[in-house]
């Protein structure tokens, strides 16, 4: 397993940009695909970008184009970049990790999340 801790939430005017991190500790094994998600009040979590250890990234249709998944190895550190961002991006944002690829399996780490606000 992994543990997963999330920082760089804040707040943003629209248009900003804003980056969150997670830094990953434990066996990476456990972190073959990473992800970010999101959650705001009253609405359903939202996985917004994926990466594996290939580099094979995946995007919602909400943060393509606007948003950037990278991971940093030597810091074992995910990252999401946001650009352009909108009211909508507003949430709870949330790393997690599990040792399947993306997309074929659920996640077994998850992280306390970082709040993310955008004013308009």
């Known amino acids: 397993q992994v543990q997963l801790v999330e920082s760089g939430g804040g707040s943003v005017q629209a248009g900003g940009s804003l980056t969150v991190s997670c830094v990953v500790s434990?066996?990476?094994?456990?972190?073959?695909?990473m992800a970010w998600f999101r959650q705001a009040p009253g609405k359903e979590r939202e996985e917004v970008a994926s990466?594996?250890?290939?580099?094979?990234?995946k995007y919602s249709d909400s943060a393509k184009g606007r948003f950037t998944i990278s991971q940093d190895s030597a810091k074992m550190t995910l990252y999401l970049q946001m650009n352009s961002l909108k009211p909508e991006d507003t949430a709870m944002y949330y790393c997690?990790?599990?040792?399947?690829?993306?997309?074929?399996?659920?996640?077994?780490?998850w992280g306390q999340g970082t709040q993310v606000n955008v004013s308009s």
């Open positions: 997690a990790a599990t040792n399947y690829r993306c997309g074929y399996g659920s996640f077994l780490s």
């Open positions: 434990g066996d990476t094994y456990y972190s073959y695909c």
């Open positions: 990466m594996q250890a290939d580099g094979r990234t």
